[in-house]
């Protein structure tokens, strides 16, 4: 079924509207909670740190819960089933963790004025070699995350009829624009208009869609029939070899997912410690929103919609079901979507690269209003490279390094939290912990056909899980043995110090 | 009070204690509507902890 027969005008004009809007906001942001947002990187890059419980729950609901989630999540259960629900699992877990850690990271931050990850790591061990470790992953694993941003917003540009690249390119230079002159109070200012028409969207959804289709006993029923027909390791329950790689899946995601660069900017954007504690007990808020999202997968066979891609699903099931202009609507409020991850996305790196490459580097000596020049020169850069691989390189190649780079990151893990609570761990130990973490995982992952599992055979069973928690307890693992040794052979009191 | 914060972890990542079809809710099978209750049940868990703990000196 052709998507892109004709432009969909009052679709494309609810659309236009609304991105017209989030462009003024994007540009008057820099007047927001005025600041001097270029004479220093706590201006430009976290927005003053200043963000309250409020706009940090919409900043962070905002940079998590990504456009493309509204449309992976859903084409993910509409092709498997129960296991693309293990987005649900990982996104309650995550916030028991973030309630019991970020504050500790936070006040390290506000205490030393730390902007990104690496800031925080080199601040605890003293490590210029760790600290460029961290913000390379940091880096690294934040460009294809944004070209998926691009991917999301492509699928329903697409889906009102409008074809070729230039939309997306035109749509990508505004964001760049407005994130150079306003840095993260452009993304703050926008979730607001973002979240709450996701909200609008999800909640007309998961009512009125289910009503027209017959409630959520059919929905569930038409899904369970598709996939008895279409069989394979689908089924609206898990089968007995998914359950640990769900489970583990979950996990794994749910400790990278503060790991990121986008996520930890919202952190040190906060106001306080208890901005973040309360964030964790109100977030789930979106937890709930996607969980009911991603059932918009069953939806699609109750409404009988077919696709050559799964991607569509979403785009195809408002087309069917809703009027022209909330599809309209739906549409701008994904777009919009990926505008704000995508900001902060490239804010997060911007930072990396400013405070743990120019300044440790080039730059030592380098102001706070030089640090807020170069991260506005850096995000620029950041958002072209994201727009050149997807002009240029096949689409599947952002998937699989968006699925690399969350192993990746989830092996800063030790680095960043142990210090928190912990100064056993040695630096060069954790070093060598991240390098094996990385290479291990990287190989298993490729050499699987970069698939996010791994097996291992105990006593004559195998089990299969994913590969970055496995990478993450090789990580620990090594990170601990090389820290005994390198006590041995320099202990810390006499030999650290000297070192550095 | 802490420890109310592992109890997630717990009640999601132990799988084949709700992988299931029934007992349904609302048309949901039991496998879905678990896992949504534990988005609410979560929120409450890290409150109790949040209210039980000692608060911050001031910055």
Do not use: C
């Given at each position: 079924m052709a998507l892109a027969d004709q432009i969909e005008w009052v679709s494309l004009s609810v659309f236009i509207f609304f991105f017209a809007l989030v462009t003024v906001m994007g540009f008057f942001a820099a007047r927001w909670k005025a600041g001097p947002v270029n004479e220093h990187l706590d201006e430009w890059g976290l927005g003053g740190r200043q963000f309250g419980t409020w706009i940090t729950w919409f900043l962070v609901g905002g940079d998590f819960y990504t456009a493309y989630t509204v449309i992976a999540v859903p084409a993910l259960v509409y092709a498997v089933?129960?296991?693309?629900?293990f987005a649900l699992p990982y996104t309650v877990i995550v916030y028991p963790f973030v309630f019991a850690v970020m504050p500790v990271l936070w006040k390290q931050a506000h205490a030393n004025g730390h902007v990104t990850a690496a800031d925080a790591v080199y601040g605890t061990y003293n490590s210029r070699g760790l600290e460029l470790a961290v913000a390379m992953t940091g880096m690294v694993a934040t460009m294809p995350y944004i070209a998926l941003q691009l991917i999301g917003m492509g699928v329903v540009i697409k889906a009102m009829g409008v074809g070729g690249e230039l939309p997306l390119v035109a749509a990508f230079i505004i964001l760049a624009l407005y994130t150079y002159s306003s840095g993260l109070r452009a993304p703050a200012l926008i979730a607001f208009v973002k979240d709450i028409m996701i909200y609008i969207v999800v909640l007309v959804a998961v009512v009125v869609v289910p009503a027209k289709l017959g409630g959520y006993g059919a929905v569930f029923a038409a899904a369970n029939d598709a996939f008895t027909a279409k069989?394979?390791?689908?089924?609206l329950i898990l089968q007995p070899a998914q359950m640990l790689p769900y489970a583990t899946l979950a996990l794994g995601s749910a400790l990278a997912a503060f790991m990121y660069p986008h996520t930890l900017t919202g952190i040190f954007a906060s106001k306080s410690a208890d901005t973040i504690r309360k964030n964790a007990i109100l977030l789930p808020a979106y937890t709930l929103l996607l969980g009911l999202i991603a059932l918009l997968g069953y939806m699609a066979y109750a409404a009988h919609i077919k696709v050559s891609s799964p991607n569509d699903v979403v785009p195809m099931l408002f087309k069917a079901l809703f009027p022209s202009w909330f599809a309209g609507f739906a549409f701008a409020a994904i777009a919009i979507g990926a505008l704000v991850p995508a900001a902060v996305m490239s804010i997060g790196a911007a930072n990396l690269f400013t405070r743990n490459v120019w300044k440790s580097y080039v730059n030592p000596g380098i102001s706070h209003a030089g640090e807020a020049a170069v991260a506005k020169i850096a995000s620029l850069v950041v958002k072209v490279g994201a727009l050149a691989f997807i002009l240029f390189l096949p689409t599947q190649y952002a998937l699989d390094l968006q699925l690399l780079g969350g192993l990746w990151i989830l092996q800063t893990f030790p680095a960043l939290v142990f210090g928190l609570f912990t100064r056993w761990f040695r630096a060069e130990g954790l070093l060598l912990g991240w390098a094996a973490g990385i290479g291990w995982g990287s190989w298993t992952a490729w050499s699987n056909g970069l698939k996010p599992l791994a097996t291992i055979d105990l006593g004559g069973a195998s089990y299969v899980f994913y590969v970055g928690l496995g990478a993450l307890i090789l990580n620990i693992a090594v990170a601990a043995v090389a820290t005994v040794i390198v006590e041995l052979i320099l202990p810390k009191r006499t030999g650290a110090t000297a070192r550095s | 009070m802490w420890i109310l914060l592992l109890v997630p972890f717990i009640g999601l990542l132990w799988v084949p204690f709700y992988n299931f079809a029934e007992p349904s809710l609302f048309g949901f099978p039991f496998f879905y509507w678990y896992q949504l209750a534990w988005v609410p049940i979560s929120s409450l868990l890290i409150w109790l902890v949040y209210r039980g703990r000692t608060p911050d000196q001031a910055p």
């Amino acid at each position: 079924m052709a998507l892109a027969d004709q432009i969909e005008w009052v679709s494309l004009s609810v659309f236009i509207f609304f991105f017209a809007l989030v462009t003024v906001m994007g540009f008057f942001a820099a007047r927001w909670k005025a600041g001097p947002v270029n004479e220093h990187l706590d201006e430009w890059g976290l927005g003053g740190r200043q963000f309250g419980t409020w706009i940090t729950w919409f900043l962070v609901g905002g940079d998590f819960y990504t456009a493309y989630t509204v449309i992976a999540v859903p084409a993910l259960v509409y092709a498997v089933g129960a296991y693309g629900f293990f987005a649900l699992p990982y996104t309650v877990i995550v916030y028991p963790f973030v309630f019991a850690v970020m504050p500790v990271l936070w006040k390290q931050a506000h205490a030393n004025g730390h902007v990104t990850a690496a800031d925080a790591v080199y601040g605890t061990y003293n490590s210029r070699g760790l600290e460029l470790a961290v913000a390379m992953t940091g880096m690294v694993a934040t460009m294809p995350y944004i070209a998926l941003q691009l991917i999301g917003m492509g699928v329903v540009i697409k889906a009102m009829g409008v074809g070729g690249e230039l939309p997306l390119v035109a749509a990508f230079i505004i964001l760049a624009l407005y994130t150079y002159s306003s840095g993260l109070r452009a993304p703050a200012l926008i979730a607001f208009v973002k979240d709450i028409m996701i909200y609008i969207v999800v909640l007309v959804a998961v009512v009125v869609v289910p009503a027209k289709l017959g409630g959520y006993g059919a929905v569930f029923a038409a899904a369970n029939d598709a996939f008895t027909a279409k069989g394979g390791a689908t089924g609206l329950i898990l089968q007995p070899a998914q359950m640990l790689p769900y489970a583990t899946l979950a996990l794994g995601s749910a400790l990278a997912a503060f790991m990121y660069p986008h996520t930890l900017t919202g952190i040190f954007a906060s106001k306080s410690a208890d901005t973040i504690r309360k964030n964790a007990i109100l977030l789930p808020a979106y937890t709930l929103l996607l969980g009911l999202i991603a059932l918009l997968g069953y939806m699609a066979y109750a409404a009988h919609i077919k696709v050559s891609s799964p991607n569509d699903v979403v785009p195809m099931l408002f087309k069917a079901l809703f009027p022209s202009w909330f599809a309209g609507f739906a549409f701008a409020a994904i777009a919009i979507g990926a505008l704000v991850p995508a900001a902060v996305m490239s804010i997060g790196a911007a930072n990396l690269f400013t405070r743990n490459v120019w300044k440790s580097y080039v730059n030592p000596g380098i102001s706070h209003a030089g640090e807020a020049a170069v991260a506005k020169i850096a995000s620029l850069v950041v958002k072209v490279g994201a727009l050149a691989f997807i002009l240029f390189l096949p689409t599947q190649y952002a998937l699989d390094l968006q699925l690399l780079g969350g192993l990746w990151i989830l092996q800063t893990f030790p680095a960043l939290v142990f210090g928190l609570f912990t100064r056993w761990f040695r630096a060069e130990g954790l070093l060598l912990g991240w390098a094996a973490g990385i290479g291990w995982g990287s190989w298993t992952a490729w050499s699987n056909g970069l698939k996010p599992l791994a097996t291992i055979d105990l006593g004559g069973a195998s089990y299969v899980f994913y590969v970055g928690l496995g990478a993450l307890i090789l990580n620990i693992a090594v990170a601990a043995v090389a820290t005994v040794i390198v006590e041995l052979i320099l202990p810390k009191r006499t030999g650290a110090t000297a070192r550095s | 009070m802490w420890i109310l914060l592992l109890v997630p972890f717990i009640g999601l990542l132990w799988v084949p204690f709700y992988n299931f079809a029934e007992p349904s809710l609302f048309g949901f099978p039991f496998f879905y509507w678990y896992q949504l209750a534990w988005v609410p049940i979560s929120s409450l868990l890290i409150w109790l902890v949040y209210r039980g703990r000692t608060p911050d000196q001031a910055p």
